[in-house]
């Protein structure tokens, strides 16, 4: 800033000679150091090294002579010169002796004397240069660096001596050329303006107008405007707005006009900045951010490229302005395009204080630098510029022609154009050409044709920012990644630990930082129950109706206590039929009694669903056959001790052998509101009414026998002999208990039949108790173990007691169904899953006629446990299956099961949802916890940020 | 210092973080194929006779037989391919002044590569990769130029001409010979080009990954569909699911995994008779196969865990099942041929949408269960697991 400002209080004389701004800053070292102003002031400054020497003076002198108006700038350009140039002695004289005092001198000569000066690129080199090293080495070295380019220009050797030297190599260009360029263009374009002038003169006669209008117009600065024209003409020309007017009228009206007065105020403060840049041969210093601009000199227009100044120079506008110059005889530029600059006006504005923005300084020597080059295309000059501006190549090819669709007038005539990529209109074919070289047309292109396409891209600060921001994510992402693997292994471990008890627990560690802390917290929980099952909803549904279907506790033990005693009077009803068979009882079978009676580990009643056994160990022997046939019923368990297989004893074996409970009590299926549970009871021989009969008059009393005490319950004893059974009830529990043999399964005829046929209880009931003996056997076997089933069973009993459509399969068939679905699966399934695996085993068509049937693995032969079922049933009962199964599928499970959808968890005991949701939440909270790890990523990008920032 | 620096590292992403959460243990895991008797057998081990199977294949046999293309359909289609193969193929190798777009590669894919076309339905399908993006204009260009080159090449052979007509997926080429041929061109795109598709420039996302996908189901059917039992059977899958409302949206990729399936999915790894796979199609779809929460059929030709069936949206797996319900149990009540398409049922009515009696027993088809709630019901499990496989997919 400093040196900004010094700038502008040098710059009174000549504005183009910032030298001695440089030179202060030279001069004053540190500053130059750290000012940013600094770059252009520098830049500034060489520039004016590079033509100052060699050509203000010829400026000086050319404009003198061309015009008396420009005796001013010319005093102003020379004065200029010498302020810089006794700043440029100074300076070297202050620096020099620093650094290395022998060399510079000779150097910097050759640099007056030879104006060779380096393209932009290297002055931004240079103020890298004066930023690294300035801090330590002084602004000498920074110095230095400067000269090492006149040093390479002029091709002496001191260069090497210079820290900066490095920098040199890029920027060695052929200076003398470049040199050369910059006093041949500024000749012509200094000739250019004098012979304009002259013709303009000799046209106007009196040499009055334009002299006069300049003179006044910017010499003087407060005049209002400048006088028409005193003669009459056939052209009234306007060299300001460049146009012609039909007559002086209009011309004086046009004189008036806004636009002209808006012109007229461009062209004075360009004077103003490029008075001396006339002199210089930069003018057009008030144009801004001029890039390869490219300047029709004939009307003064400025195009920002090569296809835009192709269409004016098509254009109307040029073409009158042509015709017009042609008719008055003014010299008509070449329509090859001038690099902006160009010494279009000779006219020298009164200096005009504190306009000229540094940055206006950079443009000026950048374009000025450029200005000579394009005809010739030196292959460096060219490769920087594209460095500096990533300017459009004019070689690219239009692309798109497909895309862009002319809309045609009645007469067939295009009258516009539609880009249907970048979605614009133009109504020119020009404008459509320019705008298919477009770097917007063409990314468009890029991104929605063909992928590969090459645009050059100038990276706005938008998308750096964006592409950082992505790369940062990235790099989180891994981190996290990273974490996550350290940090299960460390749970791992931290668990182990834990259970081991060798460790003590993860959290009361105390070198963790704080941060550590929250972050187990926060990611810990969730993944401490990895191993438990999801619960889905249909899970829950099903565990509901579960629960709702369980009979309650007090149904339970009442069963429980009713069952108990009809086990002990039957067990004592069995001694006691044992010891009427046997009245005179051997001594020591007397005793085996006594000695069975008082063990106290032994079974008091059937409560494990085994069978139990009447038959005292003492009686094993005698209980032998019995076992035998047990085994061979399939309930094995019972006479094991009776293996030995002798004979029976004396006095014969016991008529009732054991007791078993059988069915839903077995298997542990009863359901809330069943009353009914039954015992088989096997006997040793057939059972026969007779044996009924005598069970059902003695149980009574053996009941009230076992009674507890206090107990009153009321038993009442019911003989069913159509049953094969006694029916024992305390009012509301029922007990069937069905006597059976396992000698029933032998045929009528085969066996040592003592009694009469008719005496012996129906066969079939006989078979059916002893195969549902099997059945009790079987699912404590098989399917009670498998997860989930029994929980399924209970719900299908309940299903089938509440649908007709299921009715007619048999509890055991659908035990085996269900069974067999389960272990089918391969898997344990949760009890919603295994639900739906019923339905689509069902549903699926296993129970339709061409099915496999349900094979009952407790018969020898095949037999199809739901061989009777008749077609229309299967139909129905697949067909309600298919409609179950479509019903889960579609979360309407309630309707299946028959109870209220229950309302859907949200947070609670998921623990499989829960990592999510949590960690949803989680992050959202994060901006408000003081050691939020988000917020530390802020900063850090932040961080990052700004030392991009300063990079570039 | 060194802590800082850790700290800083390992934090969470911000709020506008990574689109998919990091660490979500798929619940894909979950899922579980349904019941599937083949594979079951050992827990439910056949204790009747066998049903004398024989009037099905039989039935399957005719029906298939009628189902094949004839040969000079065939031949139709196969010359009309190759035409349109050597044009599309020279437009890849050598452009020329064509610069509409540029063609990567070409492929031919479905039923005619697959051989499971249909009679009368004389369609073959060529995949054309582009490098360029595929605008509309891209595809028009394309069109027209083929159209050109090839009636270049028919009239050299004097062998009638073609016509393209450009539609959303690509464009159909149509010889109008003495058999009817036609190829559908579908138009792609390079995989890396697939997200800079814009929808109001390019053909659809969906239709344009959709033609990538069949090229990969076009490999792998011919790694592992192979099996001419399998082609019969898609044949017959196919049209019985053209001619039952509730199965037609059913795509071909899931009737020939599902025939796949049917086929080679067994525990003696050998293709199963035709009458049985037929049946277990069936009933795999009536048990819930392509129902959502079901693993379902998993698609070799995705990333991991995707399911075939999750392209159906849910009214219309709730009546593939529905439908495959009522047709199974038809078929086990004899109505094969019905189902098959062998004699038509009353005028040509859908049978699985009517009641129907046999040998006195009443078969009905199912009420839809799937409802439009007005509370989504997308906030639980089965529906995200949809969504998710959406993802993945």
Known sequence: ?952 | MVRGAGRGGRGMPGRGGMGRPPFNRPRVLMLRPPFDLILAEPAFPRCKPAPDDSALTQALLKRHAELCPTPAEQSAVLSLVTKLQTVLDNLVVAPGDFAACQLEEVRQVGSYKKGTMMAGKNVADIVVIMKTLPTKEAVEGLSNKVNEELNKLMRAEGAGSVSCGCHERGFTVTSSGAASAAVRVLVTTLHQNLRKLEPEVHLDYKVISSHLAAIRHSRWFEENAHHSSIKVLIRLLRDMCARHSGLEPLTPWMIDLLAHHCIMNNPARQALPINVAFRRALSLVAGGLFLPGCAGLPDPCEAAHARAHTALDLAAQDAAAATAQTLLRVVARGGHRYVLGLQAFEGGKDISTEITVWDGVVVSPLAPAYQETPEPMDTDDKDDEGVQDGVAA
């Open chain 1, 1 to 952: 800033m400093m040196a900004a400002n010094n700038y502008f209080g040098f710059t009174h004389g000549g504005t183009q000679y910032g030298a001695a701004t440089a030179g202060a800053a030279y001069g004053g070292q540190t500053g130059y150091a750290v000012a940013p102003a600094a770059t252009a002031a520098t830049y500034g400054t060489q520039r004016a090294a590079a033509t100052g020497y060699d050509t203000a003076y010829q400026a000086a002198a050319a404009t003198q002579a061309a015009a008396h108006a420009h005796a001013h700038a010319a005093v102003a350009a020379a004065s200029a010169y010498d302020a810089s140039k006794s700043a440029y002695y100074q300076q070297a004289a202050a620096a020099y002796p620093a650094a290395a005092p022998p060399q510079p001198q000779p150097t910097y000569d050759a640099a007056a004397a030879k104006p060779a000066y380096s393209t932009p690129a290297t002055y931004t080199q240079n103020t890298i240069v004066v930023q690294g090293g300035a801090r330590a080495g002084g602004g000498a070295k920074a110095y230095g660096g400067v000269y090492t380019h006149t040093h390479s220009h002029t091709a002496t050797t001191a260069a090497a001596s210079y820290p900066a030297q490095p920098y040199t190599a890029p920027a060695a260009q052929p200076p003398k050329q470049s040199a050369n360029r910059g006093n041949t263009a500024y000749d012509t374009a200094l000739y250019n303006a004098a012979t304009m002038y002259v013709a303009q003169q000799n046209k106007t006669g009196g040499g009055g107008g334009w002299k006069n209008y300049n003179k006044g117009g910017v010499g003087a600065g407060q005049q209002r405007r400048p006088k028409p024209p005193p003669k009459a003409q056939q052209l009234h020309y306007c060299d300001v707005c460049r146009i012609s007017c039909a007559g002086p009228q209009t011309y004086k009206e046009h004189l008036e006009g806004q636009k002209h007065k808006k012109k007229e105020a461009a062209v004075k403060l360009a004077a103003a900045g490029g008075g001396a840049g006339g002199a210089g041969g930069g003018g057009g210093a008030g144009r801004a951010g001029g890039g390869a601009a490219l300047r029709c000199e004939l009307c003064d227009v400025t195009c920002t490229g090569a296809d835009a100044y192709a269409a004016h120079v098509r254009g109307i506008k040029h073409q009158k302005v042509v015709k017009l110059h042609t008719m008055l005889g003014k010299p008509i530029p070449s329509t090859e395009p001038t690099k902006l600059g160009g010494a279009k006006k000779t006219v020298a504005g009164t200096p005009k204080i504190a306009f000229v923005a540094s940055g206006g300084l950079s443009t000026v020597a950048s374009t000025s630098t450029k200005e000579q080059k394009p005809p010739q295309g030196d292959k460096d000059k060219e490769g920087d510029e594209k460095e500096d501006e990533g300017e459009t190549e004019p070689e690219v090819q239009p692309v798109g022609q497909d895309y862009i669709e002319e809309i045609r007038g009645d007469d067939g005539k295009a009258l516009s154009f539609n880009c249907k990529l970048c979605d614009c209109k133009f109504n020119d074919p020009n404008a459509k050409e320019m705008h298919m070289k477009g770097r917007r047309h063409r990314l468009q292109y890029k991104k929605k044709v063909q992928p590969d396409l090459e645009v050059k891209v100038k990276p706005s600060m938008h998308q750096r920012k964006l592409a950082e921001a992505k790369a940062q994510r990235l790099l989180v992402r891994d981190e996290i990644w990273a974490r996550r693997r350290m940090h299960e292994q460390g749970m791992e471990e931290e668990e182990r630990g834990y259970w081991e008890g060798g460790m003590e627990p993860w959290w009361p560690r105390g070198p963790l930082p704080p941060h550590h802390h929250h972050h187990h917290h926060g990611m810990g929980v969730p993944y401490g129950p990895v191993g438990r099952r999801p619960e889905t909803s249909d899970d829950r549904h099903v565990v509901a109706k579960h629960a709702e279907i369980y009979p309650p506790e007090q149904q339970l033990q009442d069963i429980q206590r009713v069952v108990s005693h009809t086990e002990k009077a039957l067990k004592s009803l069995s001694d006691a039929l044992a010891d009427h068979a046997r009245p005179k009882a051997q001594a020591g079978n007397k005793a085996q009694n006594d000695k069975k009676d008082d063990k106290p580990e032994g079974k008091e009643d059937g409560r494990d669903n085994q069978l139990f056994s009447f038959v005292g160990e003492g009686e094993a022997a005698a209980g032998g056959a019995e076992g035998a046939a047990a085994a061979a019923a399939g309930a094995g368990t019972a006479g094991t001790a009776g293996t030995a297989g002798t004979a029976a004893a004396a006095g014969g074996p016991r008529a009732l052998k054991g007791v078993m409970r059988v069915g839903l009590l077995a298997k542990g299926l009863l359901l809330r509101g069943d009353r009914d549970v039954r015992l088989v009871v096997l006997c040793h021989d057939r059972p026969t009414v007779t044996l009924l009969k005598r069970v059902a008059t003695d149980l009574p009393a053996h009941l009230a026998k076992v009674k507890a005490p206090g107990d009153d319950t009321k038993y009442k004893v019911e003989l069913l002999p159509a049953e094969g059974a006694v029916q024992v009830s305390d009012g509301s529990i029922n007990v069937l208990v069905s006597l059976t043999s396992a000698v029933m399964r032998e045929p009528a005829e085969g066996g040592d039949i003592k009694r009469d046929d008719k005496d012996v209880l129906p066969r079939q009931k006989c078979l059916d108790a002893l195969a549902a003996l099997r059945h009790a056997k079987w699912f404590q076997a098989r399917a009670a173990s498998l997860q989930s089933c029994v929980i399924i069973i209970r719900i299908m009993r309940d299903l089938c007691r509440r649908i007709p459509n299921w009715t007619p399969l048999n509890p055991y068939a659908m035990e085996l169904l269900v069974s067999g679905v389960m272990q089918s699966a391969g898997a344990a399934l949760s009890p919603g899953e295994a639900l739906r695996r019923v339905m689509e085993a069902v549903g699926g068509g296993l129970l339709l006629d061409h099915g496999p049937g349900l094979r009952d693995p407790c018969e020898k032969e095949l037999v199809d446990a739901l061989g009777n079922l008749p077609p229309q049933k299967r139909e129905d009962l697949t067909a309600s299956a298919q409609q179950f199964l479509r019903q889960i599928a579609f979360r309407q499970i309630h309707k299946v099961l028959d109870m209220e959808p229950l309302p859907k968890l949200k947070h609670a005991t998921g623990g499989w949802k829960f990592p999510r949701k949590r960690r949803r939440s989680n992050t959202d909270t994060e901006g408000d916890q003081p050691n939020g790890e988000g917020k530390v990523v802020k900063t850090e990008e932040k961080m990052d940020a700004s030392e991009n920032s300063a990079k570039k």
